[in-house]
């Protein structure tokens, strides 16, 4: 339930939740479902319930045996604030959190109404990154309910970025990712849509990370924007 990640923004994925439902246009060719449904027929034990929300307690105790500081995704075959995740699980994935401060942990979610519901019931800690998904114009208003968390460091995966962004609230944002979508069935994305987000964050002095292009064989089309790579990480890591 955990492994070195090829995510570009971080080095070790950690998933004591697998399973997701579709809420946005954002889900529609959900890469984590096709994974989770290949490992289901592959007898892997923890897709048992293919894309089914399932909460792995077997799981909660893997960052506690790594000793060499790590940047870990949580979550990246699911989502932590989904319903169906019971708010006792997540305080039980933020108590492993707190435990293992030598870690960083990157908490990304759609599901931004429930985390302004419950997010006074939980222990904001330094080393835990929160960030919402922004997939396009439609989905923006994810930002407003993110800025009122206590994360110590927020921030914006516009990824897989399906439209334009003309308006979002950039103020309080802590680090910026944008990506295309990759895989079977992947949309287009639009420099100028990137640019928008870029020009406004160059504004602002947040950091931009810009993850790929995307399409079918995104190897192929690479990372570079504008003719250079772009792998700033918030101020508060670099320090």
């Known amino acids: 339930m ?79 604030f989904h319903p169906e995740v019971s708010l006792d ?40 990154w929160l960030g919402v998904s922004i997939e396009n114009e439609e989905c923006s208003y994810r930002v407003n309910h993110l800025l009122k968390a206590n994360a110590r460091v927020k921030f914006i995966s516009f990824e897989p970025l399906i439209g334009p962004v003309d308006f979002v609230k950039l103020e309080g944002i802590d680090w910026v990712i944008v990506g295309g979508e ?18 406004e964050c160059l504004k602002k002095d947040i950091p931009f990370f810009f993850k790929q292009w995307g399409g079918f064989n995104k190897k192929k089309n690479g990372r570079l924007l504008n003719g250079k790579t772009w792998d700033e990480m918030p101020r508060i890591h670099a320090v």
């Open 182 to 199: 990759s895989g079977p069935g992947a949309r287009p994305m639009k420099q100028e849509w990137v640019d928008k987000i870029r020009i």
């Open 89 to 128: 699980f997540i305080e039980k994935v933020f108590n492993v959190i707190e435990k293992t401060p030598q870690h960083t942990f990157q908490v990304l979610t759609k599901r931004s109404e429930r985390l302004v519901e419950i997010q006074k019931e939980l222990k904001w800690l330094d080393n835990l």
């Open 2 to 80: 955990a492994q070195n990640s090829t995510i570009e923004w971080t080095e070790s994925t950690w998933n004591p939740v697998t399973g997701c439902t579709k809420i946005s246009s954002g889900c529609k060719n959900c890469y984590a479902e096709r994974l989770a449904l290949r490992l289901q027929a592959m007898g892997n034990r923890n897709y048992k319930n293919g894309f089914a929300v399932t909460m792995h307690h077997h799981a909660l105790d893997i960052p506690l045996k790594w000793k060499k500081p790590k940047m870990v995704f949580v979550n990246s075959m699911s989502d932590l």
